[in-house]
Structure formats: C-alpha cells, structure tokens
C-alpha cells in the first residue's frame, strides 16, 4: 500500500531537516579547530594546491577549507612572489675559515623529499582536509615544534637574489661565484605539525618597531645576519649607522635596529700570560661572559647568540683564574688536562647564558641558534674536505659524531642555565637548528667562494678537491630559513 501523499512530504521535509542540522554540526567542527589560528588563508592555499611536498594538487580541499573564512593572522606572501674566507683562524673578525675537526658517527636516515613528490592520491579530500584541519589545531595552541620535519621544493624561488641585495658577503654569494646550480635557492622548510610560513619583511619591521635586535657571535652570526638584511631590504633601504666595535642598521620606516658583534667564544678572550700559558697565545675565561656585548645587553629587545666552532680553534682553557686545559695545545710537563674543548664550550654556554638571563636590565629574549652544522666530506676545511657537486637535501641525514657532541654539550648548558636563573630562565629561548640542517648539504659556497673565473672546483689529477667552504652558507639559501624559524619564536615572545 502506497504512502498518502501527506505523509511522504512530511518525511521529506524531516530528511531534509535531519541533512541540514548535520551539515551544521560538521561546519561548526571546521570553525571550532580553525578559530585562532595563525595560519593565514593565502598561506594555507599555497600549502594546499600546490601539496606540502613540492607535489600534486588538491584545488576542492583548499576552496573548502578556505571558503569557511576562518584563518587568521599573518599572511603569507603567495607563490610566486617575491618581497620587492677563510683561509685560517686568527684573532681578527676578518679570519673566517672555521678549523672543525670532523668525526665520524652513526649513521641515521631521514627520509626527505624530491621535486615532484606527490601526495598520496589514493586519500580522499576530506582525509586530507582532517590532517589539515588538524596541523591548524596544533599551530594554534602554540605547541608546533618547528624543528621536526622536512624540506620541500618550493618553486616560487628565494625571499632576493644576489642581484637585489647589495650586501652579501663575496664568499658567500654563490651565483656571483660562478656557482652552475641554483636548486639550493628553493628548498624550504615544512615542520610536522603546522606551517612555516615564508617571511613577511614589513610585518618583521612593524613587529619590531623601535626596537634592537641583535647578533652575538662567530662569521656564521655575520651569515644570519646578513641574510636577514637582505630579506629586509626588499622593502626598506637600512642606514648604516656601525661604528668600529659593532655594525649597526637601521631601517627608518620603523625605526627598528639590526646590530652585530663579534665575539669568537661569547666569553671574554685575552693573549696575556695566565700561569704556564704563554703570552700570544688565545686564553678562553670559560667562566667569564664577554664584556665586548654585556656592556650594551640592556639595549637589545632581542639577542640572537652563535658560538663552538671558534673551539676547535689552538687556545687554553680559564676557570677560576687557573689553566684547566686546551685545543692543541697542552705542555706535556703539565700532566693531564682537566677540560678539552668539547667540556669547555658546554662551560661557556652555562656562563654566557646565565650572565645574560640574570642581568637586571635586560628585559628582552635570549636565543641561542643551536651548532650549525658543516658538510666536509674526506677531511676538514685544511685536509682536503670537500662538499662539491651537492645539489640537493640528502635523503639519509649523515650523522657528524663531532657536531652530536658539540650540539649535546649546547643544550646540555642550555639547561643549566635555564635552572641557574631560576625565574629569570624565561628570558632565554633554543633555536634548535641542528638536526634540520644536517641535510643541508646543498647549501655550502662549496669552491664556489670567489669571483676568479680560473678557479678549480674541480679534483685535480691527484684526486684532491679544490678549497672548499662546507660550514657557511649560500646567500640566498638555506641560512635564510632561520631567519624565518627566528622570526616565529620572537612573534611568540613579542606578539604575546
């Protein structure tokens, strides 16, 4: 028996009722995970279509996802746009070749991605819109470690180019060099759980408006820096305002400040005689910080701190006024040394780190950029090591047993000097960009280091390698991304 016609549209209209509160419910869902949010709407549907890893595209999850105009916060720029040497280790700044003993360790693997990697194609969009949807979870509450995960081919290029910046170190300006490759350019970072998104120069300058920041440091501080004014400079030309015990920046606009000093062990240094240790020779006070960047601590609203490879330079340990040890040197009628080197950069971070937590008129952020690693393959930068012909992220991460130590040493008095400074411990930050970076091997000047179009950059007929530079870095390339994790913690520090 057939349904009255009155009944079936009564069951239509509740199918529809039913149909409309469900799609209700499930919308809601979206804007609850999405409210608040620091992932911005452009960024998320670059992220989207064009796929995390370089790959395939998925046009419906983004229009989805984005038509609930829920994303707040900083914008990033779209793809395709773009913001409009050493040869030994001396006392001076201008020595920049860093000595770094290299060790074999274990080996680990990280899997990493090639140009063209596509997404899996066999998930649906409402799979990928959820693992979206919850990566916008994440990054909302403040708990994505932008530390954890892998590069990807970004084919909307670097933030400048060596022709749009006017200051990039000669060493470091590769295609200026004759550098054949620019792959390195394009590799950006993408963390696990969120997005980092490409650096946005004019809400840096406002962020910072009528403050310091500044860089505390050896030549790979000078690196950072100099990557950062690049990227600022597409959209404000700074004044240079340096003087000889620092370089100083400063861009009108906002009034804000971009400063460096050197300082090869961020402890205090001197040539003087101390007991045995003879005069000329590098004493390092591991338990002194250096007065060359403590005397202008109160002035800085952020300081960024880069320091160890200065340790595998010859100098002699200080502790309490005694010589405790040293790095190739060491008298044999003095017995055995009570500290090496790796024991002694642990020392000088816990110090240097506590004596600028602990200072009473500094009310800015500390960041320690954890050990940048270098790439010298067959030896160090005098023994023949080598990183030529690398022209993209290594899929295994091969591990350095002396950057492990190194950067364990690091954050070992990271730590102690957190606990050391008790409440005043929040002033001090870890930019962990070790382990990221261990697969960078790109991005190295390589032989690439001058603008001689005789140079070698080839072995020669006795197979050895022409001098290379494995420690600094590419400008543009991958140094720049730590401008962008560097510019994510000072929002979270700084924009509350």
Known sequence: MQAPAGAGGIRQLLLKV??????????????????????????????LTTGA?????????????????????????????????????????????????????????????????????SKSSSDFQRAVRVEVL??????????RGEWFFDSSGPLYTNNSCPLITKTQNCQANGRPDKGYENWRWKPEKCILPRFDARKFLELMRGKTLAFVGDSVARNQMESLLCILWQVDTPVNNGT?????????????SIIRIWSSWLVHRSVEAVEFAPQGLDKVFLDMPD????????????LVLSSGHWFAKRSAYILNGNVVGGQLWWPREAGNMQMNNVDGFAVS???????VAMNPNFKGIAVLRTYSPDHYEGGAWNTNGSCTGKVKPLDEAVRNGFTNTMYEKQVAGFKKAVQNSGEHGSKLKLMDITEPFASSVDGHPGPYRSADPNKKTQRGPDGRPPPQDCLHWCMPGPVDTWNEMLFETIKRELAG
Do not use: H
């Open 291 to 302: 007065e060359t960047f403590m005397e202008l601590l109160p002035s800085f609203d952020v």
């Open 349 to 355: 971070v816990e110090t240097c780190l506590t004596a």
């Open 53 to 121: 890893r370089g790959g395939s595209k998925n046009d419906a999850a983004a229009d989805f996802l984005l038509s609930t105009r829920v994303f707040q916060g900083d914008q990033e720029p779209l793809p395709g746009t773009v913001n409009s040497s050493e040869a030994s280790l001396g006392t001076r700044e201008d020595d920049r070749n860093m000595s770094v003993p290299v060790a074999t360790g274990d080996t680990d693997t990280t899997p990493k991605l090639d140009e063209g990697t596509t997404l899996d194609s």
């Open 244 to 256: 000889k015990r620092m370089q100083k920046w400063i861009f009108r606009s906002t009034s804000t």
């Open 138 to 147: 994440v990054c909302s509450t403040g708990t994505c470690d932008l530390y």
């Open 18 to 47: 039913i149909v409309s509160a469900v799609a209700l419910v499930l919308a809601l869902v979206v804007i609850s995970l999405s409210v608040g949010s620091s992932l911005p709407g452009a960024s998320l549907r670059a992220y």
